[in-house]
């Protein structure tokens, strides 16, 4: 998706100006801070997350997104194709969302010719990754092998059909979080953001802060931007896509279905 097709969207969004774009909160800069069009990606701001007052948006101008996005989207991908696509887009968003946020350790290796400096990701911190079940772990199959230092813990959310709200099934969270864990969370569709709600409350109600929480999805849609706007400024969302709007039953549109019935081959025939 361009910027420009983003212009009027999403209007009740707190807006954040930067000289790149004429949509201001959402717009092309650089994985470098200073609005450099050189890596064509999208995001909100430039800015760090620990100042911001607003949701972040990430949506990397990729073509290898793009590419498994397509992918992910068409209804003639069978199961084990659109798992795959799954789990590159998981791949490639954490790869976008680990930038600049680890924490690092410089050190020095020895090489078989000499001794180079080395930086190596801090073992002592590891990331607290959560995967929303079902579809969640389909986007970490390939990305967890990444992280150098990782801990997961699994939460599950059923949806009624009826009302769309979600209700929790399985929490494997631990009791406390430390107010600087670094906690990724990872959802393919952010549709109505009922569940990620719900989510971020039990992390703030276990001591985990907003600024250092990021999730990683496939697809969102503005009703779940607007509502993390509002109850969690300062975390950061990492996307291959924002859709356009929901359907009556809440389902992203265009988006990609049901990622957990495509995911596992449950959907009804
Ligand atoms: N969950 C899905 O699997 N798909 C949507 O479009 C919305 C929520």
Same mark, same amino acid.
């Not at 772990?137 to 992280?147: C, D, G, P, R, V």
């Not at 569940?195 to 503005?222: E, N």
């Not at 996307?239 to 709007?245: H, R």
């Given at each position: !998706?361009?910027?420009?097709?983003?212009?009027?969207?999403?209007?009740?969004?707190?807006?954040?100006?930067?000289h790149?774009?004429?949509q201001?909160?959402?717009?092309h800069?650089?994985r470098?801070?200073?609005c /450099?069009?050189?890596y064509?990606?999208?995001?909100a701001?430039?800015?760090?997350? =620990?100042?911001? *007052?607003?949701?972040?948006? %990430? #949506?990397?101008?990729?073509?290898?997104?793009?590419?498994?996005?397509?992918?992910?989207?068409? *209804? !003639?991908?069978?199961?084990? &194709?659109?798992?795959?696509a799954?789990?590159?887009?998981?791949?490639?968003?954490? %790869?976008?969302?680990?930038?600049d946020?680890?924490?690092?350790l410089?050190? =020095?290796v020895?090489?078989?010719?000499?001794?180079?400096?080395?930086?190596?990701?801090d073992?002592?911190?590891?990331?607290?990754v959560?995967? &929303?079940l079902? #579809?969640?772990?389909?986007m970490?199959?390939?990305?967890?092998?990444m992280?150098?230092a990782?801990?997961?813990?699994?939460?599950?959310?059923?949806?009624n059909?009826?009302?769309l709200?979600?209700?929790?099934?399985?929490? *494997?969270?631990p009791a406390?979080?430390?107010?600087? +864990?670094?906690?990724?969370?990872? +959802?393919? !569709?952010?549709?109505?953001?009922?569940?990620?709600?719900?989510?971020?409350a039990?992390l703030?109600?276990?001591?985990a802060?907003?600024?250092?929480? $990021? &999730?990683?999805c496939?697809?969102?849609?503005?009703?779940?931007?607007?509502?993390?706007n /509002? +109850?969690?400024?300062?975390?950061?969302?990492?996307?291959? !896509?924002?859709?356009?709007?929901?359907n009556? *039953?809440? %389902?992203?549109?265009?988006g990609?279905?049901?990622?957990? +019935?495509?995911?596992?081959?449950t959907? $009804?025939?």
């Amino acid at each position: !998706m361009r910027v420009t097709e983003l212009q009027n969207w999403p209007s009740s969004l707190p807006q954040r100006h930067c000289h790149t774009s004429a949509q201001p909160w959402l717009h092309h800069h650089s994985r470098v801070r200073g609005c /450099r069009r050189r890596y064509g990606r999208v995001c909100a701001t430039a800015e760090p997350a =620990q100042k911001a *007052k607003q949701l972040l948006v %990430y #949506a990397p101008n990729h073509p290898l997104l793009r590419h498994w996005l397509a992918v992910a989207r068409s *209804k !003639m991908s069978p199961p084990p &194709i659109f798992r795959a696509a799954c789990a590159e887009l998981g791949r490639l968003l954490v %790869y976008e969302a680990a930038y600049d946020w680890l924490p690092v350790l410089e050190s =020095q290796v020895e090489t078989p010719c000499g001794v180079a400096d080395a930086t190596v990701v801090d073992g002592s911190r590891p990331v607290k990754v959560i995967p &929303i079940l079902r #579809a969640g772990l389909i986007m970490l199959e390939q990305a967890a092998t990444m992280l150098p230092a990782s801990q997961t813990f699994h939460v599950g959310y059923e949806r009624n059909e009826e009302t769309l709200q979600a209700s929790s099934y399985l929490n *494997k969270l631990p009791a406390k979080f430390a107010e600087d +864990d670094r906690i990724l969370i990872a +959802d393919p !569709m952010l549709a109505t953001g009922g569940t990620m709600l719900q989510l971020l409350a039990d992390l703030v109600g276990r001591g985990a802060s907003p600024t250092y929480i $990021k &999730i990683v999805c496939i697809v969102c849609a503005p009703p779940a931007l607007q509502v993390l706007n /509002r +109850d969690f400024p300062g975390v950061r969302v990492y996307t291959a !896509m924002i859709d356009s709007e929901l359907n009556e *039953k809440g %389902y992203i549109v265009p988006g990609l279905g049901d990622a957990g +019935d495509r995911a596992f081959g449950t959907e $009804k025939l």
